[in-house]
């Protein structure tokens, strides 16, 4: 997008509505739309903030993040445009689908975490 170009910023509604439709367990408050991650430990915290991280950056658009020792929460918002904008939806629907993917349901090769040895728990997935 040209530096030139007005990026839509969505109203309200619009936020709810989209997020009720593409994004169901985030929500908008105070400007942001934001997401809660509840996680096992600080090893998984950390684990999910540098997902994001790396996420943001290769994305070029980047959250607030909050964190304690079992859970995340990012916040996105574009600064540039005051406002919730495409960029915002994207970039959640990214963190959405890579942080709460769970390979075991895919049935493929991939075992994923193992659920019932708390050993090994990490996301405590939605």
């Given at each position: 997008m040209s530096e030139?170009?007005?990026?839509k910023v969505y109203s309200e509604a619009e936020?709810?509505?989209?997020?009720?439709?593409?994004?169901p367990k985030w929500r908008y408050e105070n400007g942001w739309i934001?997401?809660?991650?509840?996680?096992h430990?600080?090893?998984?915290?950390?684990?999910?903030?540098n997902t994001v991280g790396h996420l943001a950056?290769?994305?070029?658009?980047?959250?607030?993040?909050?964190?304690?020792?079992?859970w995340v929460e990012v916040r996105l918002m574009n600064h540039?445009?005051?406002?919730?904008?495409?960029?915002?939806?994207?970039?959640?629907?990214k963190i959405e689908n890579v942080v709460q993917w769970q390979p075991?349901?895919?049935?493929?090769?991939?075992?994923?975490t193992p659920q019932t040895d708390q050993r090994f728990a990490y996301i405590k997935y939605d």
């Open positions: 030139t170009a007005k990026e936020i709810a509505e989209r997020l009720a439709s593409e994004l934001r997401r809660k991650y509840k996680t430990s600080w090893k998984s915290t950390l684990m999910v903030i950056e290769a994305a070029w658009h980047h959250p607030d993040i909050t964190a304690s020792y079992a540039a445009a005051k406002g919730v904008t495409d960029k915002d939806f994207e970039l959640a629907k075991a349901r895919e049935g493929g090769a991939l075992e994923g």
